[in-house]
């Protein structure tokens, strides 16, 4: 038998724990351990299959994929209490994944490699109840998180502050003046 270097079985070591975590403890690991989170109400693979359909919907090159998978995660909690929504989120996911396996010879949305080809599946679903639902909640989901703010460049509530007049209501550094 050839040798093993211990570079190849940690690696082949690694990937098999966070593959058997994914399954056994409902825990969803996203690419090179960057994010995770708990599934308890819903299939592991419905969470992980909602933050990049959250990206898709919502794309912002400069995010990390741990901001889309916050931003999903309370739908786990809020399953657990709400069958409907339970019923809409692992129904929609399969959606996703019967257009994925149907179109582009995929067995999940998560295997297109493609973000045009993804984008394509969102639109044809982007009338259903599932995917409104998602990207109505996204709005909130994401831009209501004070970390992505400095991102946007939006410096927060100014009330508390006199009012935007006198913080920046006239700082318009980013228009271009040529």
Same mark, same amino acid.
């Given at each position: 038998? =050839?040798?093993?270097?211990?570079?190849?079985? /940690?690696?082949? #070591?690694?990937?098999?724990?966070?593959?058997?975590?994914?399954?056994?403890?409902?825990?969803?690991? *996203?690419?090179?351990?960057?994010?995770?989170?708990?599934?308890?109400?819903?299939?592991?693979?419905?969470?992980?299959?909602?933050? =990049?359909?959250?990206?898709?919907?919502?794309?912002?090159?400069? /995010?990390?994929?741990?901001?889309?998978?916050?931003?999903?995660?309370?739908?786990?909690?809020?399953? !657990?209490?709400?069958? !409907? /929504?339970?019923? /809409?989120?692992?129904?929609?996911?399969?959606?996703?994944?019967?257009?994925?396996?149907?179109?582009?010879?995929?067995? %999940?949305?998560?295997?297109?490699?493609?973000?045009?080809?993804?984008?394509?599946?969102? %639109?044809?679903?982007? #009338?259903?109840?599932?995917?409104?639902?998602?990207?109505?909640?996204?709005?909130? *989901?994401?831009?209501?998180?004070?970390?992505?703010?400095?991102?946007?460049?939006?410096?927060?509530?100014?009330?508390?502050?006199?009012?935007?007049?006198?913080?920046?209501?006239?700082?318009?550094?980013?228009?271009?003046?040529?």
């Amino acid at each position: 038998t =050839p040798p093993v270097s211990r570079r190849t079985f /940690l690696a082949a #070591s690694g990937a098999s724990a966070v593959g058997i975590a994914a399954v056994s403890g409902g825990m969803v690991v *996203g690419a090179e351990g960057a994010w995770a989170i708990t599934a308890t109400n819903l299939k592991p693979e419905t969470m992980e299959t909602l933050v =990049p359909m959250a990206r898709d919907v919502n794309p912002h090159d400069r /995010l990390a994929d741990r901001f889309y998978a916050a931003a999903v995660a309370p739908y786990d909690e809020a399953a !657990g209490a709400d069958a !409907g /929504l339970k019923s /809409l989120l692992e129904d929609g996911v399969a959606a996703l994944d019967d257009t994925a396996a149907g179109r582009y010879d995929r067995a %999940r949305y998560v295997e297109v490699n493609g973000e045009l080809d993804r984008v394509a599946i969102l %639109r044809d679903m982007q #009338s259903t109840p599932f995917f409104q639902k998602v990207r109505g909640d996204l709005i909130t *989901g994401l831009y209501n998180n004070k970390e992505l703010w400095p991102k946007f460049g939006y410096e927060g509530s100014s009330a508390e502050y006199g009012g935007y007049i006198d913080r920046g209501f006239d700082d318009i550094d980013w228009l271009d003046q040529a």
